[in-house]
């Protein structure tokens, strides 16, 4: 029996760029990787036997994908369409369910803000636009289309005349601003500044263990770091906040015998 001959490979410049890319890239199917690598070693003139031994694979696969290359190029390596059932959505049902979704659901008489699967397939039957489809069928083909105008967001594009206005009044009030004046402290801005939760004084648990020399007592009690009513100071209101207490003395450290 004749030995089969091998088909000879000619690369240029951007199919070697391409091929090496394939064989060196991590994220690389492993199908990819290994035709890749088939190719280049074919474009060596490399015979399919030796081919074969070298990357642990059957010599028919290497006449495969070397013959398919030498006719197709590079689209020759992808794989070729397989037989299987034929699609029960046609192209007219697919481009009536995506005109549909693009469409505002009050457009329709649908008293709906958005459209949800279930009511995409309740609309196109009463309209017989398209045949039996499930809503999982239905939410498949706008996923898979490129364009999604559907999706949108109401706040990115406001439909208030009058927010311009309206959010003025907000975004300068974060701005320190209210009606073109800038606000001072205690003058109004305070009424809408939460004063902290008033916290009871920690009860006293015994006398208190001095500490190292040179360093005063340890205390767990926070509220008399804070002496001020209002925190922070600037918010309070002179005439309707009452003085802040007067500083507590130092407590002289129990002696210890």
Known sequence: ??????????????????????????????????????????????????????????????RKWR???AARGLD???DAPRCGRPRRISAAE????????????????????RWTGPELVTELASR??????????????????????????????????????????????????????????????????PSPPSRPAAAATGPRRPGPAGRPASSTNTSATAPWPCWPPWTCTPGRCPPPPPPRPPASPPSWR
């Open 1 to 62: 029996m004749p030995a089969l001959r091998a088909v000879p490979v000619t690369l240029t410049a951007a199919e070697r760029t391409t091929l090496k890319k394939r064989v060196r890239g991590a994220k690389t199917a492993w199908r990819d990787r290994q035709r890749a690598q088939i190719v280049l070693l074919a474009a060596r003139c490399w015979p399919t036997a030796a081919i074969a031994r070298r990357l642990s694979i059957a010599e028919d696969t290497v």
């Open 67 to 69: 013959a398919r290359f």
């Open 76 to 78: 020759g390596l992808a």
């Open 94 to 113: 697919r481009a009536a369910i995506c005109a549909l979704a693009c469409q505002l659901p009050a457009d329709t008489g649908v008293p709906l803000s």
């Open 128 to 193: 017989g636009l398209a045949g039996p489809v499930s809503a999982s069928s239905v939410l498949r083909i706008l996923a898979e289309h490129p364009l999604k105008p559907w999706q949108y967001q109401s706040w990115i594009f406001p439909r208030d005349p009058d927010f311009a206005a309206k959010a003025r009044v907000i975004l300068d009030l974060y701005q320190g601003f209210y009606q073109g004046k800038p606000l001072r402290p205690g003058t109004g801005s305070s009424r809408w500044m």
